[in-house]
């Protein structure tokens, strides 16, 4: 009998070409609001360009505001069902930094910034990812009013990391980052986990 060769799947995950030119690795965000506004202009060019769902993420050193990382939802540009935007600011941070956590004793506390609540997945990543601190922008019903299902995500959810010593900041712009959804919904983006 012979053996059918099957081709063994390789999986690379690299930025849209337009991040090279947005995104200003030098520059120190001082405050959430800077933050989230990268955040959200990520998501908002994500969809202007049709690269991706309306949701941007960025991991910053907290205390210096430095930039580590950028994620933008990559689901269906990349056929992933994991590749929120989130998910790709942790993966890029890792990445960047040669490890698997983003906590250290020695090294800075890091944060994530994400232009919507985090779903159920990108819940459970936080937890491990080392982040110590994470700023949300629209929430979870604003994305829900598009239809995309953000799964079991409760107030106890919540609760869980916060007394794992992630603190969570909610509504840092929430109108901007709405407004983002809102465009992607104008433009019958799809919705691919309703």
Same mark, same amino acid.
């Given at each position: *009998?012979? &053996?059918?060769?099957?081709?063994?799947?390789?999986? @690379? !995950?690299?930025?849209?070409?337009?991040?090279?030119?947005?995104?200003?690795?030098?520059?120190?965000?001082?405050?959430?609001?800077?933050?989230? $506004?990268?955040? !959200?202009?990520?998501? &908002?060019? =994500?969809?202007? @360009?049709?690269?991706?769902?309306?949701?941007?993420?960025?991991?910053?050193?907290?205390?210096?505001?430095?930039?580590?990382?950028?994620? *933008? =939802? +990559?689901?269906?540009?990349? =056929?992933?069902?994991?590749?929120?935007?989130?998910?790709?600011?942790?993966? *890029?941070?890792?990445?960047?930094?040669?490890?698997?956590?983003?906590?250290?004793?020695?090294?800075?506390?890091?944060?994530?910034?994400?232009?919507?609540?985090?779903?159920?997945?990108?819940?459970?990543?936080?937890?491990? +990812?080392?982040?110590? $601190? %994470?700023?949300?922008?629209?929430? $979870?019903?604003?994305?829900? @009013?598009?239809?995309?299902?953000?799964?079991?995500?409760?107030?106890?959810?919540?609760?869980?990391?916060?007394? @794992?010593? !992630?603190?969570? %900041?909610?509504? %840092?712009?929430?109108?901007?980052?709405?407004?983002?959804?809102?465009?992607? &919904?104008?433009?019958?983006?799809?919705?691919? =986990?309703?």
């Amino acid at each position: *009998m012979l &053996r059918r060769c099957l081709k063994i799947p390789t999986i @690379r !995950i690299e930025y849209p070409d337009w991040v090279a030119s947005l995104v200003d690795w030098e520059r120190r965000y001082a405050s959430d609001e800077e933050r989230m $506004r990268l955040a !959200i202009t990520l998501s &908002r060019e =994500n969809v202007v @360009r049709r690269t991706g769902g309306p949701f941007g993420a960025a991991i910053f050193e907290m205390e210096t505001g430095k930039l580590v990382a950028v994620g *933008m =939802n +990559s689901v269906v540009r990349l =056929n992933n069902c994991t590749l929120h935007g989130e998910m790709v600011a942790f993966m *890029m941070a890792q990445a960047r930094l040669g490890c698997f956590t983003l906590r250290s004793d020695t090294g800075p506390a890091h944060e994530l910034v994400t232009s919507c609540e985090p779903c159920a997945m990108c819940l459970g990543a936080t937890l491990w +990812s080392g982040v110590r $601190r %994470v700023v949300c922008g629209a929430h $979870r019903d604003d994305a829900r @009013r598009l239809n995309f299902e953000e799964g079991p995500v409760f107030p106890e959810s919540h609760a869980y990391l916060e007394a @794992r010593g !992630i603190e969570i %900041v909610h509504g %840092v712009l929430r109108a901007e980052a709405n407004a983002v959804l809102e465009l992607y &919904r104008s433009g019958e983006g799809i919705i691919y =986990n309703g």
